[in-house]
RNA sequence: GGGGGUGUGCCCGAGUGGCUAAAGGGGACGGGCUGUAAACCCGUUGGCUAUGCCUACGAUGGUUCGAAUCCAUCCGCCCCCA
């Protein structure tokens, strides 16, 4: 989908949209307006090798660059990861091995052509340009930067407030970033709004080196399915782009409300002016909120695995969530069950539970139904009869069907 | 180099010799309610077929009938001065 002619005022109308800051304000147009492809780019650490709607949030704004005509520069910070990105962190972040960054860039790319145009991308690594680099080129570049600027960091003046360390090694980390923008000559790099010092700091280190400067694009942070956090898979309210399409779904339908439609704008490709028709009615009540939620739920799953499994995933839904009926795929764990079945022990061999412990406290909380009928507290033994082929359910939603081992 | 502080359960954080498996909060899980895996309300929250036993308060070793609480050494983290 080659659409290389738009004007440029189109263009703009489709890359600023969702966007958080753009620095400076009139530069892209600029770039744009000599009508050669844009070098875009978006650096990042490989760490986290489950991407997932956060991440996609970048790349997605990446593709619609493609789209428009313009090359990709995707830097895997191989050698960054060895510092750590101070960013949005409150500690110092512990450095990877050399084989786990390998495994992760690899699980990263393969995830992130997912939504990237491969054709139109260019793959780098920073070490490939980190790793030469002497003493003596390390001190001239960081001598481009001040300490006082580089303090002024809310996260570093945060830190430092809160007697939180920072090693010394972390201040070299925009520097690094910037010099990326030097090796590759950027003409715009992405990231999410905690980035903006790094970015800016690609800006004056171009600048310093003759070129002309990058232009700063920044995209908001998603929240997570907690509505509070960002999304991280450490805070474990994440939507992963390789969750299965019933997953998926269910996580798009427990965010907040009023998250829908930041999530419209940032992970859908509905275009703007229908989010914004949309947003006004649900403010005005027009819309139904749980219409709206499961449109959205039913386009991330689509966008992720196709029409087809996005209806599934709905009508699974409806069936475990809406109306409570046991899912027609309940897995069958062989188990050897005694004749006199101790039913806490059970839970924790078909891994309903974590601890017999557990299993107890479940069914004393009313939370263990055999055959769909709930336990009565206290009542662990039961007979084998009763229980082996039978649904043993935890909660509204877990289920597993215990069976004799062949 | 000198001085000071700190290390508790998934996380934060009370607790200064027995009443402590350890207050409180968060999170998580279960129940109710709901358009919802939201909000709200209620309950549970170390392991073990268990009126008890085991493991646990940075580590190790002591004092004591008895230690998260006292002592010694060590390790980690932080602050101030230089």
Not at 52 to 73: C, I, S, W, Y
Not at 346 to 351: K, S
Not at 362 to 389: C, F, M, Q, S, W
């Amino acid at each position: 989908m080659r659409r290389d002619v738009l004007p440029v005022s189109e263009q703009l109308r489709i890359l600023t949209s969702g966007i958080a800051d753009l620095v400076p304000e009139a530069d892209l147009a600029k770039k744009l307006e000599r009508n050669r492809p844009l070098r875009v780019k978006l650096g990042v650490d490989p760490t986290a090798p489950d991407l997932h709607l956060g991440h996609a949030v970048p790349l997605r704004k990446l593709r619609q660059f493609q789209d428009l005509g313009h090359t990709v520069v995707l830097i895997i910070g191989d050698f960054t990861a060895l510092i750590g990105d101070p960013s949005g962190r409150n500690t110092t972040r512990p450095p990877l091995s050399r084989e786990a960054i390998d495994a992760n860039a690899q699980t990263y790319v393969d995830q992130a052509f997912r939504i990237l145009d491969p054709e139109r991308t260019e793959l780098r690594r920073n070490s490939d340009w980190l790793e030469p680099l002497g003493f003596a080129d390390i001190l001239r570049l960081t001598s481009r930067f001040t300490v006082a600027r580089t303090l002024e960091r809310d996260d570093f003046q945060k830190r430092y407030r809160e007697g939180i360390g920072i090693s010394l090694h972390e201040f070299l980390y925009p520097v690094a970033q910037a010099y990326d923008s030097v090796a590759i000559e950027a003409d715009v790099e992405l990231g999410g709004t905690d980035q903006l010092f790094n970015l800016l700091a690609g800006r004056e280190l171009m600048e310093k080196s003759g070129m002309e400067p990058q232009v700063a694009l920044t995209l908001p942070l998603l929240e997570g399915t907690d509505g509070v956090q960002k999304m991280s898979k450490s805070y474990g309210n994440y939507i992963g782009l390789a969750d299965e399409p019933f997953d998926m779904f269910g996580k798009v339908m427990s965010i907040p409300d009023s998250l829908m439609v930041k999530y419209y704008r940032l992970c859908t490709d509905m275009p703007v002016d229908e989010v914004d028709a949309l947003e006004s009615g649900l403010a005005s009540g027009d819309v139904h909120p749980n219409a709206a939620k499961r449109d959205l739920a039913r386009r991330i799953v689509t966008l992720y695995h196709g029409a087809r499994a996005a209806a599934a995933a709905e009508d699974r839904f409806n069936a475990v969530f809406v109306k409570h009926e046991v899912p027609d795929d309940v897995p069958e764990v062989p188990v050897r069950l005694e004749d006199d079945v101790y039913l806490p022990g059970l839970l924790v061999a078909l891994g309903l539970a974590p601890s017999s412990g557990e299993g107890r406290r479940l069914i004393d909380g009313g939370g263990v139904k055999v055959a769909g009928v709930t336990v009565e507290p206290h009542a662990y033994n039961v007979a084998r009869a009763r229980v082996e082929g039978q649904i043993v359910q935890v909660g509204k939603r877990r289920h597993a069907r215990p069976v004799a081992p062949d």
